[in-house]
């Protein structure tokens, strides 16, 4: 990514989930005019930390057919064979689950891996490790969806709350539609995202890889 391109994504229009967020800091900093000058200053650097963190740049799909890409940006943390989360109702049987944690400086908006249609989405409260932890998958609040997809394959991503994210959002409703990048949610303030595999569909990325959501070709539909 050069420069112009890195600049274009730090200036990216806020998510629709930050704008409480920045209208707040924005009203702090004029309430800090007429009564204390500080709180002003506070105002303004928590806005400008919303706008950055809430940031919501277009990605550009690669051109591969039935390429799974990230579901989030971030690091890839794990790629491990592990079952789905209980609450989907799906058999215990091991898939193969990739895992992207998301720093407070990353993207935080979910994307559809591939395209497909919800099934199922599940909410799960639960606890508030630091996401990076190999118990947030299993222990964290969270919220889980399946995608079918046309072939008659199914994908599970979960949206996983972090140590400081406390705030799941999910814009999908079951039945609905969704193409391969096309946002789905936000998971505010640090956090983790994990996709569960189709059978048969080993990953293209490595631990320690960083994920660019939307773009990151993860794994292919079909691929051996």
């Not at 800090?32 to 963190?53: I, K, Q």
């Not at 215990?92 to 689950?97: I, S, V």
């Not at 996983?160 to 969704?178: F, N, P, T, Y």
């Amino acid at each position: 990514m050069d420069i112009v391109e890195s600049i274009k994504s730090v200036l990216a229009p806020p998510h629709k989930a930050g704008y409480p967020f920045i209208l707040g800091g924005i009203a702090v900093a004029v309430l800090g005019l007429l009564l204390w000058h500080p709180l002003t200053w506070a105002g303004l650097l928590f806005t400008v930390f919303c706008l950055y963190f809430f940031r919501d740049p277009e990605r550009v799909l690669p051109p591969r057919a039935n390429a799974f890409v990230a579901p989030a940006d971030g690091l890839v943390v794990s790629i491990e064979r592990a079952a789905p989360p209980a609450e989907l109702g799906l058999s215990h049987e091991p898939r193969t689950r990739v895992a992207i944690f998301l720093s407070v400086l990353d993207v935080h908006v979910n994307r559809a891996p591939i395209g497909g249609v919800v099934r199922k989405i599940a909410y799960h409260p639960g606890k508030f490790f630091g996401a990076a932890d190999e118990k947030a998958s299993d222990e964290n609040e969270r919220n889980s969806l399946i995608l079918d997809l046309p072939g008659g394959q199914e994908v599970v991503v979960v949206q996983i709350a972090g140590l400081i994210a406390r705030r799941i959002l999910c814009d999908v409703k079951e039945g609905q539609s969704l193409a391969a990048g096309e946002r789905f949610g936000i998971i505010r303030f640090g956090s983790r995202t994990d996709l569960y595999l189709p059978e048969g569909c080993e990953p293209l990325v490595a631990v320690g890889q960083r994920m660019v959501g939307g773009e990151s070709v993860i794994a292919e539909l079909g691929r051996e």
